[in-house]
């Protein structure tokens, strides 16, 4: 349910301070980069974009490395 949670959370953040989210997933160099963009109006879209993939990304990461470690 935590984990649930926490995923909401970063998806809201991606979609309304894509920024930030890159932050909570320790990639603070797209983050910067991300709030550039964002800066923009045209580029909110894309930077929102951009996080939510991140963010698929991350956590797609995070159940591989689970199921590496439950192998084990």
Known sequence: ????????????L??????????????PFAGIICL???ITVIGWI?????SVYALSQYNT???ISRALDNRR
């Not at 349910?1 to 809201?12: A, K, S, V, W």
């Not at 991606?14 to 990639?27: D, E, K, M, S, V």
């Not at 894309?46 to 951009?50: D, F, K, N, T």
């Open 46 to 50: 894309p930077a929102a974009i951009w």
């Open 36 to 38: 550039i963009l964002q």
């Open 61 to 63: 990461d995070k159940k």
């Open 1 to 12: 349910m935590h984990d649930e949670q926490d995923t909401r959370m970063r998806l809201l």
């Open 14 to 27: 991606a979609i309304f301070l894509p920024w930030f989210q890159f932050f909570t997933i320790g990639r």
